[in-house]
């Protein structure tokens, strides 16, 4: 038998995989009224069953409005149903910082000109204003990012108290139920890429907005020209769509500036989407990777391990990753200038390295112009 007194090579393994963390796409946080009297300060809701159960749930306008948004194909995973009364949702909307949440409702809470007035003093401002506030002041923090939305009363085109914001999403309705919980468990089943244009809305809905209804919600367009807007979406019926079904008649933002703001939901969310998964991913690199060529070279890799999946699912068409310092590293050290010589001293001395990353996003088609000639 060999001899194993005495080990000549000494190894013991060890493992220092790294995971990154991943994020949910379509949590909800509800917050509303509820007849119970509350316990905890939230409860996680995984299907409509316990929403009104007067035991497990939050009978009433948060239990209706979570059970709405369970309702619609494909619809949310998790719902957060937050409990709050009165006008200051303060400690609601603290409660709902911290959860693991992109879309935010107040449950069966029309947008009026009392709901967006702006915070004065002591007075944190109408609920739609807060709301707002919230989803802008939370989405800066890593990994919080998210939207909102909000409805404007049944048969309202009134479009003069829509906060311009283009993390809020508004919707017109001609309905009895909640459309905002409808259209946010609609936009929590679709991952972040997908266009909600023409997407099914499970809600009842007889009447529908007539075309000057419309025209007052998104403009008028010409032949051949690109979406209007105005930051309002509708609930719609088209008649070229089978089976009569209520759908999405746009995917906007709540700020229909096209320079200036990101006009369509789908662009808001894939943004978020991919930044906190690139995030997530170099979190690891913090304090491991040096300032090199080799360790900015495997920087590149961990960014193209994060984007390239992307490009495979034809949600970006490319991207580019550039890294100034790496630049003036591959050069021959008796080629750099004086500036260039100190932008790497500087880098290393600070230890701070600028990347550059350009991407090319493949959007969907929202609208066709078709020329059809007789001969």
Do not use: C
């Not at 963390?21 to 509303?32: E, H, L, P, V, W």
């Not at 494909?74 to 006008?87: A, E, H, L, N, Q």
């Not at 609601?92 to 910082?97: E, I, R």
């Not at 880098?347 to 600028?354: G, I, K």
């Amino acid at each position: 038998m060999p001899d194993n007194a005495v080990r000549y090579v000494q190894l013991r393994s060890l493992s220092t995989l790294f995971t990154p963390t991943t994020r949910s796409f379509g949590n909800i946080a509800m917050i509303g009224a509820t007849t119970a009297t509350p316990t905890d300060p939230f409860k996680i809701f995984t299907d409509p069953d316990t929403a009104n159960d007067p035991k497990d749930g939050f009978p009433g306008d948060l239990g209706t409005s979570i059970a709405m948004a369970f309702q619609q194909t494909p619809g949310p995973t998790v719902i957060y149903g937050i409990p709050s009364t009165g006008t200051d949702l303060t400690a609601a909307l603290t409660v709902a910082s911290t959860l693991d949440a992109q879309l935010v409702v107040l449950a069966n809470t029309p947008l009026t000109a009392t709901t967006v007035t702006a915070a004065s003093g002591t007075n944190p401002g109408g609920v739609h204003f807060q709301l707002s506030s919230h989803v802008t002041n939370v989405s800066k923090e890593d990994g919080k990012e998210r939207m909102a939305v909000a409805m404007l009363p049944k048969d309202s085109v009134d479009i003069s108290n829509i906060i311009k914001n283009e993390r809020m999403v508004y919707i017109a309705h001609r309905s009895d139920q909640d459309a905002a919980a409808a259209v946010a468990g609609t936009i929590a089943g679709y991952e972040p890429y997908v266009s909600l244009l023409l997407k099914p809305v499970n809600i009842d809905m007889k009447n529908h907005f007539s075309p000057a209804d419309i025209i007052n919600l998104n403009d008028s367009e010409d032949f051949g020209s690109p979406p209007k807007g105005k930051g309002v979406n509708w609930l719609t019926s088209p008649s070229l769509l089978p089976g009569g079904g209520i759908y999405m008649g746009e995917g906007y933002t709540g700020n229909n500036d096209p320079i200036l703001a990101k006009k369509f939901i789908d662009i808001v969310r894939t943004i978020d989407d991919v930044s906190f998964n690139l995030k997530a991913r170099l979190i690891g690199s913090i304090g491991t990777l040096r300032i090199s060529r080799s360790g900015l070279r495997s920087l590149i890799a961990q960014m193209e391990a994060v984007l390239d999946p992307y490009v495979r699912r034809n949600v970006l068409d490319s991207y580019e990753v550039v890294i100034p310092i790496l630049i003036m590293l591959d050069k021959n050290p008796n080629t750099l200038t004086q500036s260039e010589i100190d932008q790497i001293r500087n880098a290393e001395a600070q230890r701070l390295v600028e990347v550059l990353v350009l991407v090319k996003y493949n959007a969907q088609i929202h609208r066709l112009a078709i020329t059809l000639t007789f001969e």
